[in-house]
């Protein structure tokens, strides 16, 4: 087989990031688009060492879980990885996805739950974030980049994020437009506005705006908040988050406060959380709350129980836990996440909540060190998972139960392995559809003592 080529293949399955796995002649295709069992005409568009690359040229068998994506640029944004699956197709995939990480990677026989979907997969993103540029006839859009190009793939409404961010965005475009006002150029750093960011809260439907700006002021920005603020009520805050770098770093340091106090609110789990521009904040809080409530019912705790919660963040899954045990302490490296963890502890008026900024592997060495009672952990680590330091001390503490969140399960899988080694099993496990329309799938386990 030689680049340019064409033959029939089937799809035999899908790789991690949805990919089409097609086998021919002993050799592997990868093909985007394609679903297990389906059969087509492939074009080879690349060929390396151990695999090629295919495009799907015609299809000659489609799958019955096959269905027509809504969104008009698709095939080109690239944002959405599993938007040609029915619901059932993309609950397949996801929870399949889970059991074979825990096979081939961690060598574990576990008995995976269907993945938890959205019953409504649309609009559910509470945080957006478009570039400014311009098209090929020199008019002003907002988008989103087309993979691995400085090329901005229009989108007037996006299906994944909130339906108030759409009419915002485009609102902003048109007072753009009208006030003259230039978007960033990467190449010549001539321009302005590098990207507009909305934050909506799920419950409080409280809304903030900023635009990510080149230069320290944006012309007639007085008549465009005056604007805005008339139009939507919803708008508690607008802020400038100026970034003069050069580079794909979207946030400068520098922030000005054009409109309001600076933060909105939003609740989880009952909770009230004050959220700032920086804040990290679940982005889908329908299934957030599905996460944190099947984790919470998960774990075997009491009135009496001591528990930690390692990565914690802002503090989210801390203080939903803090209702239902005696003590918990919340741990994270970033200073700024335990600050607002703080502030969120106080707003909700918890006080067995203790948040200490420390890397957790650190942490949890100095609670072995003082024999802390731990009766149950929580961990949610980034996507490189627990930290070598962390599982061995985890260990040592001798917890009862651990409950493992994770946004990657290659490295839950992995985690969960070495735990397993050394005296824990996994008795429950539940993927959660975080992210309908992409590959990804937010995990949580039960590991018990044995």
Request: aromatic share 10%.
């Amino acid at each position: 087989m030689k680049k340019n080529d064409y033959f029939i293949g089937e799809c035999v399955d899908q790789s991690h990031d949805g990919k089409g796995i097609v086998k021919y002649e002993g050799f592997t295709y990868f093909v985007n688009g394609m679903i297990t069992g389906e059969v087509g005409q492939i074009k080879c568009i690349k060929m390396l060492k151990n695999y090629g690359v295919g495009r799907l040229i015609e299809l000659q068998k489609p799958s019955p879980e096959r269905v027509n994506p809504k969104c008009h640029i698709y095939q080109g944004c690239g944002g959405c990885h599993l938007m040609h699956l029915s619901s059932k197709g993309q609950q397949e995939f996801k929870t399949k996805r889970v059991k074979d990480c825990m096979e081939r990677i961690g060598h574990l026989e576990v008995d995976v739950q269907p993945c938890l979907m959205q019953e409504d997969p649309w609009y559910y993103r509470n945080k957006v974030q478009m570039p400014l540029g311009y098209d090929k006839n020199g008019q002003l859009v907002t988008g989103f980049y087309k993979q691995r190009t400085n090329d901005i793939i229009a989108c007037d409404e996006c299906l994944i994020q909130n339906k108030e961010s759409n009419a915002v965005i485009q609102r902003v475009k048109e007072l753009f437009v009208k006030y003259d006002i230039k978007p960033y150029d990467k190449t010549t750093h001539k321009g302005n506005i590098k990207h507009v960011l909305t934050k909506k809260g799920y419950h409080s439907e409280e809304f903030m705006l900023c635009f990510i700006t080149y230069q320290k002021t944006i012309k007639h920005i007085d008549q465009i908040v005056e604007t805005l603020v008339k139009e939507f009520p919803h708008i508690k805050t607008i802020i400038q988050n100026i970034n003069e770098r050069h580079d794909n770093v979207i946030l400068g340091d520098e922030e000005k406060i054009l409109y309001g106090k600076g933060y909105i609110y939003d609740t989880l789990l009952d909770n009230q959380y004050k959220i700032s521009l920086k804040s990290f904040y679940q982005i889908n809080p329908i299934q957030v709350e599905k996460l944190y409530q099947t984790a919470i019912d998960l774990a075997h705790l009491t009135k009496e129980s001591t528990v930690l919660d390692a990565y914690c963040g802002i503090g989210t899954i801390t203080l939903s836990l803090a209702k239902h045990v005696k003590k918990i302490y919340g741990v994270e490296v970033v200073p700024q996440a335990i600050e607002d963890a703080k502030n969120n502890a106080l707003l909700n008026k918890i006080d067995n909540a203790e948040f200490v900024c420390d890397d957790a592997g650190k942490y949890m060495v100095e609670l072995v060190k003082k024999n802390t009672h731990l009766d149950v952990v929580f961990v949610d680590p980034p996507r490189k998972g627990c930290s070598e330091e962390f599982l061995e001390h985890l260990l040592q503490a001798n917890p009862k139960e651990i409950i493992y969140i994770s946004c990657d399960v290659a490295t839950q899988a992995r985690d969960a392995k070495y735990l397993n080694e050394h005296g824990y099993t996994i008795t429950h496990c539940q993927p959660v559809d975080m992210f309908p329309h992409t590959f990804h799938v937010e995990t949580v386990c039960l590991l018990s003592r044995k």
